[in-house]
């Protein structure tokens, strides 16, 4: 159970018992036992709270056309769906933490994203992705977060075009592409979908997943190449990210092109604090309203040789 899922069961069940109080005559035996029983539900509540779990854990929920209440649910839709969530993962981890992402061939970060399903929790059909086995706590937390954050992205996308525009600015303009397989496969099925991601938690009725399939599949991207110079301001190898500052201009921060070895990029980064030309290739991602929202990433980095100044 997620720590979203576990604080809700707890917090539902202080009230069970705040009201039991409330309702009980005093007892010299039952009433101790039963304050004694809210202040342990209020100490589990807390530290949920300051120390959740580190294992990566998503649940989703379903209701309507692909399953029969909390019985079952369609095969081909379950696989379809467990395809995609494990695809926006896989593509944001990559992404976020583990620099660019390659063409072709394996994708970085699959073997340190991988899901499993681990469970069909009740309540609606659900289905539990997990990594029951964690032995690197760093890669957790960083999974963990991957998860929240697509959790926050499928809610932004149901909720409106500003909100849609405002997370996207925070993911790989490839993220568009497995977000929009996810929402298709939801909206064929008219299914209803609730995900609850560690401490994140959202929920679409079909009409929702409607309006947010339309609003994806209508965002348009378009790169264009252009050449800066300016201040290097460093990359970070492990995560792809990299910071430019344009003369003249505000600030750039952006994620190492796919195209850029890891070699190139280390070289790169002795470019620190030098004036230098930078090739960034600009993505433009419009939505229907007209609103853009913009993504960079670096491709060359050169060093600019100062000019020496002519003898007099």
Not at 266 to 289: F, H, N, P, W, Y
Request: glycine fraction near 8%.
């Amino acid at each position: 159970m997620t720590p979203a899922r576990k604080k809700e069961s707890l917090q539902a069940e202080l009230t069970g018992l705040e009201n039991l109080l409330s309702i009980t005559p005093d007892d010299p035996l039952a009433t101790p036992l039963l304050k004694g029983k809210i202040e342990e539900t209020k100490t589990q509540i807390r530290q949920l709270d300051e120390n959740p779990p580190l294992s990566p854990e998503t649940e989703i929920f379903f209701g309507e056309g692909p399953v029969i209440g909390s019985i079952g649910i369609d095969a081909k839709f379950a696989g379809d769906i467990l395809r995609c969530f494990q695809g926006m993962v896989t593509n944001h981890f990559s992404g976020k933490f583990l620099g660019a992402l390659r063409k072709i061939g394996r994708r970085r970060g699959e073997p340190q994203s991988r899901l499993f399903l681990t469970a069909l929790p009740t309540g609606s059909f659900g289905l539990q992705l997990s990594q029951p086995y964690v032995t690197d706590f760093v890669l957790a937390g960083q999974l963990t977060q991957t998860m929240e954050e697509i959790t926050d992205l499928v809610s932004a996308a149901a909720k409106d075009d500003q909100s849609f525009v405002d997370t996207i600015t925070h993911f790989n303009s490839r993220a568009l592409v497995p977000l929009t397989d996810f929402l298709k496969v939801l909206n064929n099925a008219e299914a209803d979908c609730r995900i609850v991601s560690g401490s994140r938690k959202t929920s679409l009725k079909k009409e929702d997943v409607s309006q947010a399939y339309q609003r994806v599949i209508a965002a348009k991207s378009k790169d264009e190449i252009v050449a800066h110079s300016g201040v290097f301001g460093g990359v970070l190898t492990q995560s792809g990210r990299f910071e430019f500052l344009p003369s003249g201009e505000k600030l750039i921060s952006g994620w190492i092109a796919e195209e850029v070895t890891e070699e190139q990029a280390i070289e790169m980064d002795k470019l620190v604090g030098k004036q230098c030309q930078a090739m960034i290739r600009v993505t433009t991602i419009s939505i229907r309203t007209g609103q853009q929202t913009w993504t960079h990433e670096l491709l060359d980095l050169k060093p600019i040789q100062p000019q020496l100044e002519s003898s007099q």
